[in-house]
């Protein structure tokens, strides 16, 4: 009788490589630098659209600029690294599907270092631009006010564009609402604690091979996109939708590298930790929640499919039994 054993590139993929096909481990970091780097680089085009060229998208427009943006960076990276961009990701599967804890570290700075470098690219791009907008509003870098212009590059709770800006003489000065009275830093991190453990749990819906839904290798990161076109319409006007730590941290530490000052770190209100922390801890949460409340319901056998999903790979045995 022939069995099929299925191992998940994703998830148990981590052991230390097929039996025949040790993964070269630099090639695994440096593709999640790129994957990372595709994220914010395409990502943020959206905004820089509309804070600097007036194009002024819409929240689905922005939403469905990342979402394409994360379907990019899986497709180009995942048979390489597993696709994680994401440190909550990094930190779930080596909490709950055996990816070597040895890795995590340069997994989540390669991470970071790709967000960094994205920004860099999009600053040598338009730095012209950037300085021109900063000089309409009166601005320089870092001042009060000018998280109008950075949050072409990090989130800021809430949205300055959508819902406005702080303290309240900036706000004035610059004839722009008042915000931080409409949403609180415990606002936004509630959001963004919520909206990137349903995004885990999405993600590990794809992945589970029970799941009579579980798709194709080509179709896992359009829904994927999709998933996250629709977190952002939601959560984009409350925290700028970060659900990635390197997301931010990249962008951040690159203008706070370039004299930003507080608008990087901590934050014009104090709010760093907001896009950064708590995107990572409902990362956590999600996938506990997942493997604790969800999957205990799956049914015991693997739903039947042609190929396995986006981000595994399928080793085939054969056995026989008299």
Known sequence: MATI?????????????RPADKPNWLGHYFAEAAGVFIIVLFGDAA???????????????????????VGLAVWAN??????????????????RRKFPWKHVVPYIAFQILGGLVAAAALWGLYYKVIENKLAALGLVKGAPGSQLVSMLFIPNVPNPALVGIGPASTAAKLKVSYGWPLVSNWQGAAGEFAATALLII??????????????????????LALAVTMIVVVEGPASMVSLNAARDLGPRLFLWFTGWKNMAFPGPRSDWWVTT??????????????????QPFMPKKAAAVEEPPAGRWREETTTTTE
């Open 78 to 95: 995942a048979t390489i690294s597993g696709a994680h961009f994401n440190p909550g990701v990094t930190l779930v599967m080596a909490l």
């Open 202 to 223: 999405f993600i590990l819906v794809l992945l589970e091979l029970r799941s009579i839904n579980a798709p194709m290798a080509w179709f896992f990161p359009l829904a």
């Open 5 to 17: 054993e299925r191992i998940e590139h994703g998830v148990e993929h981590w052991r230390e490589g």
């Open 277 to 294: 922390i708590a995107p990572t801890v409902g990362a956590i949460f999600g996938g506990f929640f997942y493997d604790f409340v969800i």
């Open 47 to 69: 905004i820089f659209a509309g804070v600097l060229f007036g194009a002024g998208p819409d929240l689905i427009t922005v939403g469905l600029g990342w979402g394409l943006a």
